[in-house]
Structure formats: structure tokens, C-alpha cells
């Protein structure tokens, strides 16, 4: 066939005669035809299978041995995943077997070894598998285990509504009716060591429930996911420190749990996958079904429950995927104490030199956006433990908040939006699916699930020395708190303890009053123990290892909400770059009434004026007036741990007391 100039075939008419014709059939195109027969064989050319993920062992070289011992690590894989979805009261079921079930049959096309995996029941020893049978039993269950980010898209897309790619390749989905975790449907099993063990009655996080309860809820969950066509499985760790680190499975029936979880726990090379055997503990995810309001301790139809000693938790009545991050959380924060482990609700960094920095404070005063730093090593934005051997992150990934985020303001975590990443509740252009990110519509709590390696300056394996510096963070609406002070120990316990943020309610109809809120250890909805257990560890850390305290001020300045202005971000950042950089430590102070807090005369790149928070209101009367309402709600926070020892020495309690407002 000739062609022109410009490299198109001409097109022939009229029985034009070349030798090439020699049927009188004209083909227009000139390379060799796909290899298949059918449209299915030819689909079924574009998938190679993975690669069996059992290297062929020594001994065991012939293929027909790795073979086999491949179906056995899979056969062994669904054992264990059928007993963790196997009823507590019925003797049989379920059939767990592996797989997308709209993709039966597929396989045979390839020559896979079987079309249908073998699958795997659970049955109970020493009973009859007659009795107490359900139809549940007879029907399958596919799983879909650790199913790779490009597999989830297709799922999210496929089937769950709300779920989109944007402009940037990120997966935008809904969280449905919750967008916000459930702190007061939290509830943990009280048995004899739970009792005895953990932080109950006024001030705690820890709502109980019964171990009864507990087994009717986790039934309801179970019950719930072997009903539907399939799971999904992620099988993966908790702690960057290898020799505390926990092994997670996380059950759940939505593509964007499955994704969110593969983003934000430590995800598995394929040969700790093979190792992995069973889990250290177990989340049921069953958020699109509420609980019961008949089961006892329910108070509405979302509930979230913790057995420490089954090593489970029950999610059901909330889709928001937060829960299953901060549960384990919670977790972690009962496990790790016990091995003399500090848990922390922080994000952590570390400079060029190895100068590692926590930064502590309750949601949206910064955890995130301050440890992201371009000059420095990431850590974590959020879960660490400190250990005798150092830090090291709970997490395998990163959850920023989205609201007004800017390219100019956040650039790593704005490029982190990318192919991968779960963009939760935020609202896009229908056409162009660019995300707006000032729109509150469905939230204001937006939020991106990213995995640590989006970021590019991320210290993998995300484990440091010890911390020199201990920034403890604060958005404080009222506006009296200086922007950066220099705490001693006792101060810095005080304030770890009170763990103060003044969030503004409602930004939208009007000037609101500010919200003072105090979490103990700034994290109170996850501790599991009395603040002041956390507490001890961190001072006797802080002196054991020299590390200084600070206190950071992100918010108001020049007034309360409504008169003043939040602190801007480069201020905030200069603050935090003086901290680092040392030139904090020598700088000159002086000191505040009522908190009596060290504040620097100055820093580079910051005005001075603002450095005291007097200097930028204009009524000094309403200054002194809020910097006593402060004072005096802090004084009120503090009163029920006035009593509590901390560490086995009454006198640190009355340094850490004295180390309060005064006034
Ligand atoms: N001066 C400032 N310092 C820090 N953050 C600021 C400042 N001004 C505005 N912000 C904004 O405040 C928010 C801080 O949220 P961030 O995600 O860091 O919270 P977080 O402490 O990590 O909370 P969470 O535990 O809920 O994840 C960001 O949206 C950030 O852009
Ligand atoms: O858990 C969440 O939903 C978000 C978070 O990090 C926090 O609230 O501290
Ligand atoms: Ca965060
Ligand atoms: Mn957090």
C-alpha cells in the first residue's frame, strides 16, 4: 500500500490492483492482527497475572512444588480470614473465597490454575455442622485482599456512589451521614483488667459496656459483611519500630475503608505479607449498618466498640473513616505504656542535622501543616511513640485537612493530592472535577488520606532519635496567648495536661464566642489511661533526654475572634523555624503576667510588636479582662488533677499546680 506524504495510507477504490490484494480483500492496515480469537480472549491479553508472591524456596525448586506451596499460603490466608469472619453462636459458614465475584470464570481465559479458588469454610471443632445453620453458610463471600490503590478506584467507582477521580488523579468520595468521628458512641469493653487497668468516670474518654454487648454487636457486624458479595481485607502494620509493632486486619465493605486504611497503616512488602499469619487485632468495619437501640448501652444507631481483650473493635452506624485510624490509636495507646512506650497524639520531624521536634495539639491547631516542612525530614503528621530507642510513627500515612488549602501556602501536601489519595467530603467542578477547597457545603472537616511517601522530604523508615524540642500547640480564639513561649518542665506538663485549643464554632453567621476546649494530653479521646500516667513518661522522657518545651500559638492576634486575625502562616512558620534552628534557646525574655510565660523580645522575620499579644490590641481593658476568663478556665480544667499524683512524687504535682495561671 502506497503513502503519502504525510504518512497516511491512501485509500484505494474501484478494485485498484496490487499484488498484495490477492484475494480482492483491501486491508487497511499493515501490522499483524492481535492475537486472539474472541473480544474475552483479547480482554483477557491486557491483564498479566501477578506473579506468585512465594519466591520458589531452596528444596522446593521444582514449579510444581512452589506451585503448591503457593495454593497452601492462600489456602492457609483464607483459613484465617474465614475464622475471623466466622459467627460466634453458629457452627458453620462462612465460605470465604478469593476474588472479585464480577470477574468469575475470567481467569479460565489465562489458564489460571483454577477458576474458582478452592473455597474455605469455617467450621468450629467437635460440633455438628448441622445445627444452628443460616443461609449465610450456603452463599460466598469474595475477598478482596489488600487489593492495590488502582483496584480500589475501580471498586469506589464501580460501586460506590459519591465517588469520583479529580482533576489531580485523587479519589473523591462521600463519608455518607458522619463526616466527623463519634467521641460519645465510643465505648470499650469493662472486664475484671480493664477495670482495673484503664481511666474511668468523670473526664474519660473510655465509655463502658459489657462483654455481652460486645459479642451481640461484633455478631451484628459479622452477620452484616458475610451477607454482602464480598469484603475487603487489609492485612498490614501499626509502628515504624519493628520490635513494637502490631499486626491490623480491618474488615470492611466499602473500597474507600479499604483505601483509606492501605493509606494510613504501614503497608506490607509482599514477603512480610506471606509471614504475616494472624493478626494482632482485628476492626469489623460495618459503618453502613447502625446498631441496635434494643442491645443495652446503645444510645443511637451509631456505635463504636473496643474489646482489649478479644483484640477487636465493632464499627457500625458510621462510614466516617477516621474511626478505625483514631481506634487503633487508642489501642496503641493502651498497648505501648505497657512496654514502657510513650504514645503521643503528635506529628514529628527532624532537621538536616538529626534535631527531631514533636509538635502536640488538638485537631486543626497545626499538627499537620507545621511538621510538613520543606527544609525538614518528616516523621509523621500525627500517631509517634518514644521509646527508649527513639521515635517512631504509628502511621504509614498522612490526613491533612483541606479547608482553604493552598498551593502558594501548603505546596507538599497540595501535590500529595494526587493518584491515590482518598479526598474525603470535599465539593469539585462536575466537568472539570477541579476541587474547591474554601467550599464547605458538605463539611468544613475536609479531609486527604495520603501515604507518607507522598511527601517528598518523608524520613522512611519514619523512626528518629530522641526529641530535642517539644512544641505543644494551641489555636487560641481568645487572642491573649503569645505567640511562642518557652516553657520549663513544670510548665510544660501543666500545659501537656490541660491540653488547651479555642476553636471557633460556627465561622459562618456572624462573630461567635470562641469554644475553649481542654483534652487532656491533647488527646483525650484516646487515651486509655489517667492523663497523668502519660504525663510522668513524658516528663521523665523530656529530662532523661534534655528535650525543651515550647508553646505555639496559632491562633488569634490583635484581638478575639471577630476583632483580631488568626496569626499568619509565615509568622507561625518563622516561629517554628527559630525553635529548630536553636536561636531560640539564647534569645532575650521576658515574662507575662497571669500565665507567666517566657516570651522572646525578638525573631528574625517576625514582627516584635506581635511577640506579646498586649502590644496588638487596642483595648488593653478587654486584653486583661479575656486574659483572666483564659486564666480562669484554665484554673477550673485543672482542678480534677489537683489530687492526682504524678510519678510516685507529690512534689511534682505541686511544681506542675504552681506552674499554672497565678492571679
Ligand atoms: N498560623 C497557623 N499555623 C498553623 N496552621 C494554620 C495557621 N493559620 C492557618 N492555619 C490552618 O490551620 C489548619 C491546621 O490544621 P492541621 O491539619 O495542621 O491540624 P492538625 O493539628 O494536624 O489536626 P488533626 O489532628 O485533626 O489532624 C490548616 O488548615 C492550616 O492551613
Ligand atoms: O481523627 C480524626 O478524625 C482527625 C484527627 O486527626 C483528629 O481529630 O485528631
Ligand atoms: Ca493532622
Ligand atoms: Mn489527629
Same mark, same amino acid.
Given at each position: 500500500m502506497a503513502s503519502t506524504p504525510n504518512g497516511l495510507a491512501r485509500i484505494e477504490t474501484h478494485g485498484a490492483k496490487t499484488k498484495k490484494h490477492e484475494n480482492g480483500i483491501c486491508h487497511d492496515d499493515s501490522s499483524a492482527p492481535v492475537r486472539a480469537q474472541t473480544i474475552d480472549e483479547l480482554h483477557s491479553l491486557q491483564r498479566k497475572r501477578s506473579a506468585p508472591t512465594t519466591p520458589i524456596k531452596d528444596g522446593a525448586s521444582s514449579p510444581f512444588a512452589a506451585a503448591l506451596s503457593e495454593e497452601e499460603r492462600q489456602r492457609q490466608q483464607l483459613q484465617s480470614i474465614s475464622a475471623s469472619l466466622a459467627s460466634l453462636t453458629r457452627e458453620t459458614g462462612p465460605k470465604v473465597v478469593r476474588g472479585d465475584p464480577a470477574r468469575k470464570g475470567e481467569a479460565a481465559a489465562k489458564g489460571a490454575p483454577s477458576p474458582h479458588p478452592q473455597p474455605v469454610h469455617h467450621h468450629h471443632p467437635h460440633v455438628t455442622p448441622t445445627i444452628a445453620v443460616s443461609d449465610s453458610s450456603l452463599k460466598f463471600t469474595h475477598v478482596l485482599y489488600n487489593l492495590s490503590p488502582a483496584e480500589l478506584y475501580e471498586q469506589a467507582i464501580k460501586y460506590e456512589k459519591g465517588s469520583f477521580i479529580t482533576s489531580t488523579g485523587a479519589l473523591a468520595t462521600l463519608s455518607g451521614a458522619k463526616t466527623g468521628r463519634s467521641p460519645r458512641d465510643k465505648r470499650i469493653v469493662k472486664d475484671e483488667a480493664s477495670a482495673q487497668e484503664l481511666w474511668w468516670g468523670k473526664g474519660s474518654p473510655n465509655?463502658?459496656?459489657?462483654?455481652?454487648?460486645?459479642?451481640?454487636?461484633?455478631?451484628?457486624?459479622?452477620?452484616? $459483611?458475610?451477607? $454482602?458479595?464480598?469484603?475487603?481485607?487489609?492485612?498490614?502494620?501499626?509502628?515504624?519500630?519493628?520490635?513494637?509493632?502490631?499486626?491490623?486486619?480491618?474488615?470492611?465493605?466499602?473500597?474507600?475503608?479499604?483505601?483509606?486504611?492501605?493509606?494510613?497503616?504501614?503497608?506490607?512488602?509482599?514477603?512480610?505479607?506471606?509471614?504475616?499469619?494472624?493478626?494482632?487485632?482485628?476492626?469489623?468495619?460495618?459503618?453502613?449498618?447502625?446498631c441496635n437501640r434494643y442491645t443495652h448501652y446503645m444510645t443511637s444507631s451509631t456505635s463504636v466498640d473496643i474489646n482489649l481483650a478479644r483484640r477487636e473493635m465493632v464499627i457500625l452506624g458510621t462510614q466516617y473513616a477516621g474511626e478505625m485510624k483514631k481506634g487503633l490509636f487508642g489501642v496503641m495507646h493502651y498497648l505501648m505504656p505497657r512496654r514502657g512506650i510513650l504514645s503521643l497524639h503528635s506529628g514529628c520531624n527532624m532537621g538536616k542535622q538529626g534535631d527531631v521536634a514533636l509538635f502536640f495539639g488538638l485537631s486543626g491547631t497545626g499538627k499537620t501543616t507545621l511538621s510538613t516542612d520543606h527544609n525538614r525530614l518528616l516523621i509523621g503528621d500525627d500517631e509517634h511513640c518514644w521509646s527508649d530507642t527513639g521515635v517512631s510513627n504509628i502511621e504509614g500515612g498522612c490526613y491533612a485537612k483541606c479547608i482553604d488549602l493552598s498551593q502558594e501556602k501548603e505546596p507538599d501536601i497540595c501535590n500529595a493530592i494526587k493518584f491515590g489519595t482518598v479526598l474525603e467530603n470535599v465539593v469539585f467542578d462536575e466537568h472539570t472535577r477541579e476541587v474547591d477547597y474554601t467550599d464547605k457545603s458538605v463539611t468544613e472537616n475536609t479531609r486527604a488520606a495520603y501515604p507518607i511517601e507522598y511527601i517528598?522530604?518523608?524520613?522512611?523508615?519514619?523512626?528518629?532519635?530522641?526529641?530535642?524540642?517539644?512544641? $505543644? $500547640?494551641?489555636?487560641?480564639?481568645?487572642?491573649?496567648?503569645?505567640?511562642?513561649?518557652?516553657?520549663?518542665?513544670?510548665?510544660?506538663?501543666?500545659?501537656?495536661?490541660?491540653?488547651?485549643? /479555642?476553636?471557633?464554632?460556627?465561622?459562618?453567621?456572624?462573630?461567635?464566642?470562641?469554644?475553649?476546649?481542654?483534652? /487532656?494530653?491533647?488527646?483525650?479521646?484516646?487515651?486509655?489511661?489517667?492523663?497523668?500516667?502519660? /504525663?510522668?513518661?513524658?516528663?521523665?522522657?523530656?529530662?532523661?533526654?534534655?528535650?525543651?518545651?515550647?508553646?505555639?500559638?496559632?491562633?488569634?492576634?490583635g484581638g478575639r475572634y471577630g476583632v483580631g486575625k488568626r496569626i499568619r502562616l509565615p509568622y507561625t512558620r518563622k516561629i517554628i523555624d527559630a525553635i529548630h534552628s536553636g536561636e531560640l534557646l539564647t534569645a532575650n525574655y521576658k515574662k507575662t503576667e497571669v500565665f507567666g510565660l517566657e516570651i522572646p523580645t525578638e525573631i528574625d522575620?517576625?514582627?516584635?510588636?506581635?511577640?506579646?499579644?498586649?502590644n496588638t490590641w487596642t483595648d488593653k481593658g478587654a486584653y486583661k479582662e479575656t486574659l483572666l476568663k483564659l486564666a480562669g478556665l484554665f484554673k477550673k480544667n485543672f482542678e480534677v488533677f489537683a489530687n492526682y499524683k504524678i510519678g510516685g512524687d507529690s512534689s511534682l504535682t505541686d511544681k506542675i499546680l504552681a506552674a499554672g495561671p497565678n492571679f
Open positions: 465509655i463502658e459496656m459489657d462483654e455481652h454487648t460486645f459479642l451481640t454487636n461484633r455478631e451484628r457486624a459479622v452477620d452484616y $459483611l458475610n451477607s $454482602l458479595d464480598k469484603v475487603f481485607v487489609n492485612d498490614q502494620f501499626l509502628n515504624w519500630d519493628t520490635e513494637n509493632r502490631i499486626k491490623v486486619r480491618i474488615i470492611s465493605a466499602r473500597a474507600y475503608h479499604s483505601l483509606f486504611m492501605h493509606n494510613m497503616c504501614i503497608r506490607p512488602t509482599e514477603e512480610e505479607l506471606e509471614e504475616f499469619g494472624t493478626p494482632d487485632f482485628t476492626i469489623y468495619n460495618a459503618g453502613q449498618f447502625p517528598p522530604n518523608a524520613k522512611i523508615p519514619c523512626v528518629g532519635p530522641h526529641p530535642k524540642n517539644v512544641i $505543644l $500547640l494551641a489555636c487560641d480564639a481568645f487572642g491573649v496567648l503569645p505567640p511562642v513561649s518557652k516553657l520549663n518542665l513544670p510548665q510544660t506538663m501543666y500545659h501537656f495536661i490541660s491540653g488547651y485549643t /479555642a476553636l471557633v464554632a460556627g465561622t459562618e453567621d456572624g462573630i461567635k464566642e470562641p469554644q475553649a476546649t481542654f483534652s /487532656a494530653c491533647f488527646g483525650a479521646a484516646f487515651i486509655m489511661l489517667h492523663p497523668t500516667k502519660y /504525663a510522668a513518661m513524658l516528663a521523665e522522657k523530656m529530662q532523661k533526654y534534655g528535650a525543651t518545651g515550647w508553646l505555639v500559638n496559632t491562633g488569634w492576634s522575620g517576625v514582627p516584635s510588636e506581635i511577640l506579646d499579644p498586649i
